[in-house]
């Protein structure tokens, strides 16, 4: 099973003329996956602000307040960039409003990228002292503070897990009549926010908090699916507990936006470095992913127990620092139980269990699919004297044990790639020898100051499936000579 990777439109960026469209003006780059809006300020046509991210996200202009609202035609100026800008004038309540068409800006990771200067000579907002970028009520905003010492720094924030998040203000001040870049993003780990020029020039971290959580929509908290407002805080009662009556507007953006941009995933910095210096953004593809038993890990406790899984890849095609994303599907469902730097992480999966892991670095994904078997003691044959023995912790409830030398437990797997030997360990116990296919290749000590259960003492891997042997023989430790066998598991 593949996961299906959105395809870059490759745009041809052409010279600017008296007829040049809002694209060919774009002094960015083709956006990677995942991006939801891209506000075409060059193609305004009355109040509706087309989207060109393809997304279908298009926006209506409005303006006043609530109850009394009419539609707004925004007016452009031309930035310093020589691209088309939108005017806000907060005094008059302009904002654009984005409807949450079929749940597309219901996002749970995001980037928000905003390019505009800001005119302070207004103040709209004199109760709580913000010029807000976008909000989507009861899920997350992004805005410029005035309350902090000195002003103007980025604020971005969001309802996770039902809980309003609301205290990262950034450390980099926000120049006044300036173009400048600001880009705030959301992985599920952290939250962090970036400043850069009006150019792309000088991408720079601002801050960055660590921050988990769902982020929430505001149908979950009210049963109103809010608009995406950009321009404004627009909001009707979406706090949790609220009702969803309460309506007004505050924290008026006063200003011009060139360039207004949202993605349903996390760029790194980068990918936000490249997109806004006007380049093709980094689409690289991770090297090829492996999965391997853990050994000396366990298996968890009960009657379905999981198993630990070393998962690896390499860098691929990725930009240096990257940041990787695993997902795993399996029976039908799909987590993503790692996202971050590093070129590996450990997921426990079901004894059973037939998952795809799919990697991927903002662009396509590199995968491996296999299945997982597990089985009892009793699948294996003896030689010597293996009493059965019942204890808390044993895997099914029972094992089999050797004290003698050279007692014996040989298991053969018909097809598979991997094998392991499931046992327990405590101070009574001691070593065995190991043979795979006949051959000797390991001594593997079970001694241990305290009770361990259900330990993957020993794992081999063939780079195809065969029909395999692994058999465990007691070397019988003076003073403490048991060695156990609570089962084995196989991949194939």
């Not at 600001?182 to 601002?206: C, E, K, M, Q, W």
């Amino acid at each position: 099973m593949k996961r299906i990777i959105a395809i870059l439109a490759a745009c041809t960026w052409l010279a600017t003329s008296a007829g040049a469209t809002h694209a060919q003006l774009h002094a960015v780059a083709a956006a990677p996956a995942g991006n939801i809006i891209d506000l075409g300020f060059g193609g305004i046509s009355g109040s509706t602000v087309p989207d060109e991210s393809g997304s279908g996200n298009a926006g209506a202009g409005k303006k006043g307040a609530i109850g009394s609202e009419t539609a707004w035609s925004p007016g452009t100026t031309t930035d310093s960039q020589g691209d088309p800008a939108a005017v806000f004038d907060g005094a008059q309540k302009e904002r654009i409003e984005i409807p949450d068409r079929a749940g597309s800006l219901n996002v749970n990771h995001f980037s928000i990228l905003v390019r505009f200067t800001l005119n302070e000579s207004t103040d709209t907002d004199p109760a709580h002292q913000r010029y807000e970028f976008m909000e989507k009520a009861g899920s997350f905003w992004f805005n410029v503070r005035e309350d902090t010492s000195p002003k103007y720094r980025l604020r971005v924030g969001g309802f996770f897990n039902g809980n309003s998040v609301d205290n990262f203000t950034g450390n980099r001040v926000i120049p006044s009549n300036t173009l400048t870049w600001a880009i705030a993003t959301y992985d599920g780990g952290r939250l962090t926010t970036y400043v850069a020029n009006g150019d792309g020039s000088n991408l720079v971290l601002d801050k960055s908090v660590a921050q988990t959580g769902t982020l929430n929509t505001g149908a979950t908290i009210t049963g109103i699916d809010e608009n995406l407002v950009v321009g404004a805080k627009h909001r009707k009662g979406h706090a949790p507990g609220g009702s969803g009556t309460n309506e007004d507007l505050e924290a008026f953006f006063n200003g011009t936006m060139s360039r207004f941009l949202v993605f349903n995933t996390a760029l790194t910095q980068s990918q936000i470095s490249t997109l806004i210096a006007g380049s093709a953004p980094p689409a690289g593809t991770p090297g090829p992913v492996q999965a391997a038993f853990v050994r000396k890990s366990a298996m968890s406790t009960g009657a379905t127990p999981t198993v630990p899984y070393r998962v690896s890849w390499t860098q691929g095609t990725c930009a240096a620092g990257a940041t990787y994303r695993l997902m795993v599907t399996n029976g039908g469902s799909s987590s993503t139980p790692f996202t971050g730097t590093a070129l590996s992480t450990t997921v426990n999966l079901p004894v059973g269990a037939s998952p795809t892991l799919a990697v991927d670095c903002g662009g396509p994904s590199s995968s491996t699919s296999f299945s997982s078997a597990g089985f009892q003691e009793g699948s294996a044959t003896y030689t010597g004297s293996w009493p059965s023995t019942t204890f808390a912790g044993a895997w099914g409830g029972t094992a089999k044990y050797a004290t003698a030398a050279s007692a014996s437990s040989t298991f053969a797997c018909a097809s598979c790639n991997a094998i392991a030997w499931v046992t327990d360990e405590d101070s009574q116990h001691g070593s065995a020898r190991v043979y795979v296919d006949g051959v000797l290749k390991a001594a593997v000590n079970t001694n241990a100051s305290s009770k361990l259960n259900r330990v993957i003492a020993y794992t081999f891997a063939w780079a195809s499936d065969g029909a395999h042997t692994l058999k465990i023989v007691n070397v019988a430790t003076k003073g403490h000579p048991r060695v156990t066998v609570d089962g084995f598991l196989t991949r194939s």
